[in-house]
């Protein structure tokens, strides 16, 4: 969506960015510190959650119509599982 205008993001836009998100379209090398971008659907997910929170925000300001990210299927995933070690 990087050059897209705020008012012109439409659900399609919002579904291809969170497919390529999922596949691991978008990660990009990084040196340093951290590991490796994979994306994946965890990711894909926040991402979408947060998109909606921010054109929730632009709506109460009036900057944008309807929110595009409404009713945006999300993909569900395994959270994994933490495990507490007893000492």
Known sequence: ??????????KADI???MSDIASGKTAKPRNGRG???TGGQGVAVRVV???HSIFEHAIRLD???PNPVRGIRKP???VRGRRVQQP
């Open 35 to 37: 590991g490796v971008t």
């Open 76 to 78: 569900a995933y395994q």
């Open 15 to 17: 579904e291809k960015l």
């Open 49 to 51: 959650t947060v998109l």
């Open 63 to 65: 900057l944008v119509g």
């Open 1 to 10: 969506i990087g050059k897209l205008l705020v008012s012109g993001v439409v």
